[in-house]
């Protein structure tokens, strides 16, 4: 018995060990972002480089120079708004799918979600032409609205097929009462699966969120506007212009887009292990 | 029946209809053209007229030796990433799987680089791999494992190289996170009928762990392969296809094509084939998977 | 439960009116937009938020300007597609070298038919930059600023390896080679940058070694791309790249101008606006600059330079003034302060300019020669490129590479 426990401690620290180099290799490219967004801009071809900028070279002037920028703000909204906009329609479509194809299955409505599900193996980007001249057809070009229904069509089939696993979970037994005492289909949607399917929607709006915010392909192709520019765009701006690079300015705005999503990832933690099981688990 | 009765066709076509629009819209309708835009004649200077040419535009994309480069770019990409993250993502998750205290902590850590965009992943580890950058530094005037500055950006397969490193980092707290949830649900039972038998950690993974998260490992294997082949952003931000395109994947040259050169035909001819490829590939997986079942 | 529908409800709710806002606040004033390729932190583009476009805004109420600045080759391929996107800018500051294609598109305003006071205007501006506008007997835009490119030289290493700025294309050879190998801290140092592989950076040195790209009339390129002086002219280059003499176009190398200003690259060869940049981000680098060394065919530059032209969805009249406001003297000089070298005649007698000292650039434009002024020429230059980078890796040898590429620009030249 002894040598067992003597084992297992040995195999915890192992584990600990491992865990923590793992750990170190997974932040470090971070704190290199965050370490170089400290340091002015003529430092970052010193020599010898070094991972952490000298103590009396520490600046945050890359962050003033950031936030004295109107722009940034800007950008900073136009990423919000399109995101927000793109969960809460995704999430209201989402789920009113999903209850239709969970609650009332036949064979029209499970041939329709097979479909649905066949969408996914195709890569968004693929579709970036024929979208281009529909854009185009549409007005939709440098139009910053015009990227939120794009962006909702593209979540749409996991979102349904994330919240469909919980609305076939709702118990027939309370729809029927739904049903005795009257109740009929929106009110039921409304009134008993939404609240029901919630946690779904919440975590899956969170990857929703996550999409839009990080999306840059398609906004990149539509938007040419300065003040209708997301983040990622704003960002890769920065960085492409031509010979000479101010990595102070990219890293310390990549360190400010970065802090609503870190936030949002670690205070909904649960959900997004939550949504991300469900998926797989099912699968 | 009269609870039947209760249920409105109408309220229910009214429920899915708004969703079946947006996706009908912007998702259908794209699939379609897609594939009409292929067999036609499509570029900057006839976008009014578009000509049917037939298969014209295949035969071009076939015929093309910077298409075959680009092909196989991103099956290399896929071949080394996806199992690359899942092994990873799986050896993590065996770990957390066995400890207690700080779980959550570093099951945290180790999800951020899937919740940081491709943006900015591929910036930092441009920053990180260029000639003069640090990692250079590191390895030849530190460690001295190398005998001057690894041209990382600059070559076909280094450049690729920088690409799957960024993918694997980005992707193993993705696998970490389904292959925990996974592996929590196989029953312990097994393992301890295992242990009285003897069996060492190595053969109880072969026999236990791995038929019992097949599922899992399935749903990774499809999810990921589409996501390989869906390398754009990193591409684009490390290396931009240099040198002369060696480093471009399907959907980077793909992009070229279109929006740098106007061939919209040839574009979607590109991307119709990588759908089937896709499509073609998934149903592979799927019957390799259901095959070794029997 | 219920908090999280009603949650939805709002925001779907906050959403449709902020969309419906923009929409009320509009009135008549126009609009129009302006996309250009100075770099989003230069001094050009300071200049042009913070001076220039007050200032036309000022003189013109009733007109506004977004200005949307673009990277050089993206604003390129932005141009094209919105082309077909019915989403074009009313006016744009475009390369002299994408004219041609433009034109051939469509898409451009013939201003000497549209405009009534077109003569007055053009008239103002240099007739050799206004050459630049011309396709077919009409003239497609005004010329905003000219520029050729010189030699720049970090002073200190040139006096380190005690040599002097070639003036010989042997000579320059010789340089870039001494000026290469290791500095003090051990880091390799390269005597000459070449940011790209493209015919802005390579024609300078296939003219001045006596080469060309296609004949006079620009219909054939085979017996010019592929002649023994061009040819020769690649290898060299090629050769200097294989020794470590050469570097900067590789995705992995410092930028051109940090490498400069850090002492990693000796020399380059650079515009009029590379002392403003120098003076902003590298203060204390001191650096002298030279022309072209001399070759076979002489010290050959490249013109460069760009145009301000309309499309034909702008808002004509509002664009117009804008086109003359740019190219007036007062906005030229004002641009002139970063580097930006005029061609309105008046702006160029002024102090300003005089006091810039252009004039190693103004005698190289003298000298200078235009990259081909084809429609195809985007395209050549993207075959230029892959060529290129097969010689300079070794996969195939000036001879073949410069072979196939005349093969492929004789198809495009048709």
Redesign the interface.
Same mark, same amino acid.
């Given at each position: 018995m002894k040598s067992k426990s003597v084992a297992n401690f040995h195999?915890?620290v192992l584990?600990?060990l491992?865990?923590a180099i793992?750990?170190v290799i997974?932040?470090l490219?971070?704190v290199?972002?965050i370490s170089?967004s400290l340091r002015p801009n003529g430092a970052l071809?010193e020599y010898? /480089?070094?991972?952490f900028p000298r103590w009396e070279a520490l600046t945050l002037e890359n962050y003033e120079y950031i936030l004295h920028q109107s722009k940034f703000y800007l950008n900073f909204l136009n990423s919000v708004l399109v995101s927000v906009s793109t969960i809460v329609?995704a999430a209201?479509?989402?789920s009113? &799918?999903a209850?239709?194809?969970g609650k009332?299955q036949s064979r029209p409505t499970r041939l329709?979600f097979a479909f649905?599900i066949?969408?996914?193996?195709? /890569?968004?980007?693929? &579709?970036?032409? /024929?979208?281009?001249?529909?854009a185009t057809m549409l007005g939709m070009v440098n139009v910053l609205w015009g990227l939120i229904?794009?962006y909702?069509?593209?979540v749409?089939?996991f979102t349904?097929f994330m919240i469909k696993g919980f609305m076939e979970n709702i118990p027939d037994e309370i729809m029927?009462a739904a049903?005795?005492d009257?109740?009929?289909?929106?009110t039921v949607?409304i009134r008993i699966a939404t609240p029901l399917a919630s946690p779904a929607i919440a975590s899956v709006s969170i990857f929703n969120f996550?999409t839009a915010?990080?999306e840059?392909?398609w906004a990149n192709?539509v938007i040419n506007d300065n003040s209708k520019r997301t983040l990622?765009i704003a960002?890769?701006g920065f960085?492409g212009q031509h010979q000479f690079t101010q990595?102070g300015y990219?890293?310390s705005m990549?360190v400010l887009?970065?802090i609503p999503?870190?936030l949002i990832?670690?205070l909904c933690?649960k959900f997004?292990?939550q949504g991300?099981?469900a998926?797989?688990?099912k699968? | 029946m009269i609870?039947?009765s209760?249920?409105?066709r109408l309220? @229910?076509v009214?429920? @899915?209809l708004?969703?079946?629009l947006?996706?009908g819209?912007?998702?259908?309708?794209?699939?379609v053209?897609?594939f009409w835009?292929s067999l036609c004649d499509m570029s900057?200077?006839s +976008?009014l007229v578009q000509p049917y040419t037939g298969l014209t535009n295949y035969r071009e994309v076939f015929g093309d030796t910077t298409f075959w480069t680009v092909f196989a770019n991103s099956i290399v990409y896929t071949l080394v990433t996806v199992p690359g993250q899942m092994a990873l993502g799986l050896f993590?998750a065996i770990?957390?799987n066995?400890?207690r205290r700080?779980s959550?902590t570093?099951?945290? @850590?180790?999800?951020?680089?899937v919740?940081?965009?491709?943006? @900015?992943?591929s910036?930092?580890?441009?920053?990180?791999?260029?000639?003069?950058?640090?990692l250079n530094?590191f390895l030849w005037?530190i460690l001295g494992i190398t005998s001057g500055?690894v041209?990382?950006?600059?070559t076909r397969w280094s450049?690729l190289s920088v690409a799957m490193i960024l993918g694997i980092?980005k992707g193993?707290?993705?696998n970490m996170?389904?292959f925990l949830?996974?592996l929590q649900?196989v029953p312990a039972e097994l393992y301890e009928a295992a242990e009285m038998d003897g069996c060492s950690a190595w053969k109880k993974f072969v026999n236990i762990t791995i038929p019992a998260i097949r599922?899992?490992i399935?749903?990774?294997l499809?999810e990921l392969t589409?996501?390989g082949?869906?390398v754009?952003?990193s591409i684009?931000?490390?290396?931009?296809g240099?040198?002369?395109?060696q480093t471009d994947t399907l959907?980077t040259w793909?992009?070229y094509k279109?929006?740098?050169?106007?061939r919209?035909g040839y574009?979607?001819a590109l991307?119709?084939v +990588?759908?089937l490829s896709?499509?073609l590939l998934?149903i592979v997986q799927f019957r390799m998977m259901r095959n070794r079942d029997v | 439960m219920h908090t999280f529908t009603r949650f939805l409800a709002v925001m779907l709710a906050c959403i449709m009116v902020m969309s419906v806002c923009p929409a009320v606040a509009e009135d008549t004033t126009v609009t129009i937009s302006f996309w250009h390729h100075y770099s989003a932190q230069s001094a050009e583009n300071e200049t042009l938020m913070n001076v220039l476009i007050p200032a036309f805004e000022a003189e013109n109420p009733g007109i506004k300007v977004n200005a949307v600045s673009h990277e050089w080759?993206e604003l390129h391929?932005k141009i094209?597609?919105s *082309?077909?996107s019915n989403a074009l800018p009313d006016v744009a500051r475009c390369d002299i070298a994408w004219l041609p294609e433009f034109q051939k598109?469509g898409i451009l305003v013939a201003l000497d038919e549209e405009m009534p006071d077109f003569t007055d205007v053009s008239g103002r501006l240099l007739d050799s930059a206004m050459s630049t506008t011309r396709i077919g007997g009409h003239s497609y835009a005004l010329a905003l600023n000219t520029n050729s490119k010189i030699v720049f030289y970090n002073t200190a290493m040139l006096e380190a390896a005690d040599v002097k700025a070639p003036s010989t294309m042997d000579e320059w050879v010789e340089t870039v080679k001494k000026l290469s190998g290791e500095n003090a801290d051990g880091?390799?140092v390269w005597g000459w940058n070449e940011p790209a592989l493209a015919g802005w950076n390579i024609c300078p040195l296939i003219w001045s070694f006596g080469g060309s790209l296609t004949n006079e009339e620009q219909t054939k390129a085979t017996g010019y791309i592929n002649s023994p002086a061009t040819v020769k002219a690649v290898e060299t280059f090629a050769e200097l790249v294989k020794a470590g003499a050469i570097t900067g176009f590789?995705?992995?190398?410092?930028p051109m101008t940090d490498g400069f200003g850090t002492g990693?690259y000796a020399m380059m060869l650079e515009g009029p606006w590379k002392s403003a940049e120098l003076a902003g981000a590298y203060p204390d680098v001191s650096y002298g600059t030279a022309p072209l060394p001399a070759g076979e065919g002489g010290s050959i530059s490249v013109l460069g330079g760009e145009d301000i032209a309309m499309f034909n969805t702008a808002s004509k009249e509002a664009a117009w003034k804008f086109m003359q406001f740019m190219t007036s003297e007062y906005a030229e000089t004002e641009m002139a302060k970063c580097g930006q070298i005029p061609v309105n005649k008046a702006a160029l007698e002024s102090d300003t300019v005089k006091a810039a000292d252009y004039a190693p650039f103004i005698d190289a434009i003298q000298t200078a020669r235009a990259r081909p002024t084809v429609a195809a020429w985007s395209?050549m230059d993207?075959e230029l490129?892959?060529a290129m980078? *097969?010689v300079v890796?070794g996969e195939k040898t000036a001879q073949e590479a410069m072979d196939e590429l005349a093969a492929a620009w004789d198809l495009l030249l048709k």
């Open positions: 195999s915890a584990r600990y491992l865990l793992g750990t997974f932040t490219p971070m290199y972002m170089t071809y010898p /480089p070094r991972f329609l209201l479509t989402g009113a &799918m209850f239709v194809l009332f329709l649905i066949i969408t996914m193996i195709i /890569p968004g980007t693929t &579709m970036i032409v /024929p979208q281009f001249e529909l229904p794009f909702v069509a593209w749409i089939p349904t029927e049903w005795i009257g109740a009929d289909v929106w949607y996550l915010w990080e840059y392909p192709t990622p960002i890769a960085f990595w990219v890293f990549s887009s970065l999503v870190v990832f670690i933690q997004f292990i991300l099981t998926g797989s688990v699968g | 609870t039947k209760r249920i409105n309220q @229910i009214g429920l @899915i708004p969703g079946l947006v996706f819209m912007f998702t259908i309708y794209p699939i053209r897609l835009m900057f200077a +976008m993590i770990l957390l066995g400890i700080f959550v570093f099951r945290v @850590i180790n999800y951020l680089p919740v940081t965009s491709w943006v @900015i992943a910036l930092v580890f441009r920053y990180v791999f260029n000639t003069e950058g640090l530094y005037k500055n041209r990382w950006l600059d450049g980092w193993i707290g993705w996170v389904i949830a996974a649900q599922g899992t399935l749903f990774a499809i589409i996501g082949f869906n754009f952003t684009k931000m490390i290396t931009g240099r040198p002369a395109h959907l793909m992009y279109a929006f740098s050169t106007g919209f574009a979607a991307s119709f +990588m759908a896709l499509g998934a | 080759a391929d094209l597609v *082309a077909n598109m880091q390799q590789n995705a992995g190398d410092i990693r395209e993207n490129q892959v980078h *097969a890796s």
